[in-house]
């Protein structure tokens, strides 16, 4: 890396000494120093501590780590616990039982709040429900919701009673939806008659219909229906339950389940590189701790506390900081169905100013759209509210850049606020490599250190560390409680996805990144197959694979491209079947194309541009030559080796983007 930019990257310090930390994060750089040494020194006893200091268990565990059948690791040996317990029953009896868990915010904006005890109360009887219709410990469900506290209850509920639920975010298709309730062997769906986003009703329990009419879900006994909106659906009387009725007349106590510490708690569908999402499967004891660590190491959280974290529960940002961490916590939050643009761009602000929000938690593509919004209409700009209630601020999903820091920093956080950049991923179960505010700086744009616990390295491909300031793969070298157990029904693709022999066994992240001086990180994006598009992680080769299943296309190369909003935008390179087509066609064709991915996957994945050709630049071997693909997509020069390409006239024959 050149010095300028070194300097650049460590010398751009903010500087976070105002800070004061009397919360529940580690109070000053020296304690973080001396937690990390005692993690190194102290592997088990480390971890087993706060296992025993913040986990409730009905069995104590007999050992920490049994590391024996790598990288299979299995954490807190014989304990059994439930997750419910340690999120709502806990707070029956130690004073938050009257504290709001939930403040709910609709789209529209109406306001709806309950209690730690109400909650309870809801996730046991509709556990009662489930149970009596014979759902049992192991039994797997898809939730597909709309962020509500329906779709908390619904999780709850599952967790209650031992069964693994998988979420899908209510933005995915039914071909999507079709595709996880197979490879997971669901055998009840929950989900909602419709959703309501943006003044928008969309609908979800057609979609459901959909997916289970593709086939070979026999094993699909129930579908249970939340009433969000009341509009007409399809039923199916033998089948189809409302959530109401099978919630009412239920008894409000429900006996939890207490399952092995290692008991999957749920199954996350992400992309990868290959054309088929991987189901990551997390655990149930290993899993809520770290959730719960990281909220408060990361957060700093106070039992006065509004959090507000903006993802979706389908991400696993909602499954950590939304469904489990801050309930584990007693703490308030603030769930929100709708979108930061309606009505207006100002939403989030005026959120933040109405409920006294003290932690915000969002993604860089919302902050980048606001900023965008707020320069276009001043109204909407965040001077124009009090926030005086905000203490931390986090960005999660993506990389931030510097200026989006900065603009986030001084107008939400007024300065005051430190903003946590968390890096982490599905995989990881939460955070990782984040500032802490106990950090004396922060630097825009970079993650910083490592948590305590975390062995963060930057190796190169056999698996040696790099000097600072150079690049190379991002990796954790020792397992820590909330790692991803396992790929649901593909434990070969888990092992050699994640941790490649050449790299030691080291957990591999699928990033690049590089350290400074300071030992701060700088995360330089995929190093493979990827796509972050508005800080959703995207398959190429599963879009890949949606495309040339359309009857027309022939041949199909996506590729990701800088955009200033989304982060990432999607480019798909398509062959057709018959000739390029005229631009007249093409028009069509684009939008034809643009539909199908919506259907085939969610429109989420739709190309921003559709680029045609007559063929796809390939080397003599046959590989298409993705480099330079990116590299017209994104109007560069062509300025690599091209001496390789099969086919070299075919470039001057791609057609504008349509
Ligand atoms: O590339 C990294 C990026 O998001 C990926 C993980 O995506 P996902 O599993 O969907 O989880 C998103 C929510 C944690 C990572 O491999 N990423 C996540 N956080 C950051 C980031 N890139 C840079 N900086 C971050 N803070």
């Known amino acids: 890396m050149p010095n300028a930019i070194q300097s650049f990257l460590t010398d751009n310090k903010v500087s976070n000494i105002n800070y004061n930390v009397s919360g529940d994060s580690i109070p000053s750089y020296d304690s973080y120093k001396k937690l990390c040494l005692e993690a190194e020194n102290n592997f088990e006893e480390f971890w087993g501590g706060y296992a025993t200091k913040l986990l409730s268990w009905s069995k104590t565990f007999s050992k920490v780590l049994d590391d024996s059948n790598k990288p299979h690791y299995k954490w807190f040996i014989d304990g059994s616990m439930n997750v419910t317990v340690n999120c709502l029953d806990i707070h029956l009896t130690n ?18 709040k309950i209690t730690y005890k109400d909650l309870f109360v809801r996730v046991c009887k509709f556990a009662n429900g489930l149970k009596n219709l014979g759902y049992k410990i192991g039994d797997r469900c898809i939730i597909y919701m709309p962020m509500s506290i329906e779709v908390i209850v619904a999780m709850h509920a599952c967790a209650r009673l031992g069964i693994i639920h998988s979420v899908v975010f209510g933005g995915f298709s039914s071909k999507s939806l079709h595709e996880r309730i197979l490879d997971i062997g669901a055998s009840l769906i929950i989900t909602s008659d419709y959703q309501k986003r943006g003044g928008k009703q969309i609908p979800l329990k057609s ?62 569908y992400t992309s990868g ?43 696993i940002t909602g499954h950590t900081y939304i469904a489990y961490g801050p309930l584990s916590l007693g703490l308030t939050q603030v769930i929100f169905e709708g979108i930061p643009t309606y009505p207006n761009s100002d939403r989030f602000w005026k959120m933040i100013e109405n409920h006294k929000v003290s932690i915000f938690y969002t993604a860089p593509t919302a902050i980048r759209s606001l900023i965008k919004s707020s320069c276009i209409d001043p109204s909407v700009h965040p001077d124009n509210f009090d926030l005086s209630s905000l203490r931390v601020i986090g960005s999660v999903g993506e990389p931030i850049s510097p200026d989006t820091w900065k603009w986030y920093y001084k107008n939400v956080g007024k300065e005051n606020c430190p903003v946590a950049d968390t890096w982490w991923q599905t995989e990881t179960g939460g955070h990782m490599i984040t500032p802490l505010p106990c950090l004396n700086y922060l630097k825009p744009g970079s993650c910083s250190l490592p948590l305590p616990g975390i062995f963060a390295s930057v190796v190169d491909e056999s698996g040696e560390e790099v000097p600072n300031a150079t690049g190379g793969f991002l990796v954790i070298k020792k397992p820590w409680p909330g790692m991803i157990r396992n790929i649901w029904g593909n434990t070969e693709r888990f092992r050699t996805s994640y941790f490649p022999e050449e790299l030691k066994g080291y957990y591999l992240a699928g990033d690049g990144a590089q350290r400074d001086s300071d030992g701060y990180f700088w995360i330089m994006g995929r190093i493979d197959d990827v796509l972050n598009v508005s800080g959703h992680r995207l398959g190429t080769m599963e879009i890949e694979s949606a495309l040339v299943s359309h009857s027309k296309v022939s041949e ?71 480099r330079l693909l990116r590299s017209i997509a994104n109007g560069e020069n062509i300025n690599q080796d091209t001496s390789t390409i099969e086919n070299i006239s075919i470039l001057d024959k791609f057609s504008i983007s349509f």
Not at 594 to 599: K, Q, T, V
Request: aromatic letters at 8%; one cysteine or more; charged letters at 25%.
């Open 556 to 626: 199909a190369a996506v590729i990701g491209r800088s955009d200033d909003t989304t982060g990432e935008a999607v480019v798909a390179f398509i062959v057709m079947k018959g000739d390029k087509p005229s631009n007249e066609d093409a028009v069509n064709i684009a939008k034809e194309l643009r539909n199908w991915i919506a259907c085939e996957i969610g429109p989420i994945a739709k190309p921003k541009d559709i680029i045609f050709g007559d063929s796809l630049p390939k080397t003599r071997s046959g590989k298409i030559m993705r």
């Open 273 to 315: 590189s290959t054309g088929k999402p991987k189901g990551i499967q997390h655990s149930s004891a290993g899993y809520l701790l770290w959730s719960k660590m990281t909220m408060q190491w990361t957060f700093d959280t106070r039992d006065d506390d509004i959090f507000w974290c903006t993802a979706d529960v389908g991400w």
């Open 207 to 268: 979609a459901v219909d959909d997916a289970i009419s593709l086939g070979n879900c026999d094993s699909i006994t129930n579908v249970i229906v939340y009433k969000r909106t009341g509009s007409s659906i399809n039923w199916l009387d033998d089948r189809d339950l409302w959530m109401d009725d099978l919630e009412n007349n239920q008894l409000d106590y429900c006996a939890p389940v207490f399952v092995d510490a290692e008991h999957p708690l749920f199954v996350l």
């Open 95 to 112: 004073g938050n039982s009257n504290k709001n868990a939930i403040i709910f915010e609709s789209d529209d904006g109406d306001v709806s």
